[in-house]
């Protein structure tokens, strides 16, 4: 079992104006990503992954964009992401919290 103390554990930044925590265990993995210095006039370039990902936006407001498509979402919204498509986002608010999980593990990310 594992915990994350929100204000117990350093961020990781990962770019300029995003940071990133981290929880696993075998099979799956959570991050919680933190937006800051919107809104943003462009996405941020896009990535894929092998990975399956769902994620729920706990604050703020962005555009997701998957296969050429805006989604404009909000907080309490959720999306998916099957492996291997490009996909990013881009910061509709002055900040953004995404809590994305997956599975496999990344890797990359421990």
Do not use: C, W
């Amino acid at each position: 079992m594992s915990i994350l103390y929100d204000d117990k554990e350093t961020p990781r930044e990962i770019a300029p104006g995003v940071s990133r925590k981290i929880i696993h265990e075998k099979n799956i993995l959570t991050a919680v990503i933190d937006f800051t210095g919107g809104p943003k006039d462009e996405a941020d370039p896009p990535h894929s992954h092998p990975h399956e990902q769902i994620t729920f936006v706990a604050e703020g407001e962005i555009f997701f964009i998957l296969e050429g498509r805006k989604n404009r979402l909000k907080a309490g919204d959720l999306f998916s992401v099957p492996p291997d498509l490009p996909h990013t986002v881009q910061l509709l608010s002055k900040t953004a919290r995404l809590v994305d999980s997956f599975t496999p593990v990344r890797e990359d990310f421990l």
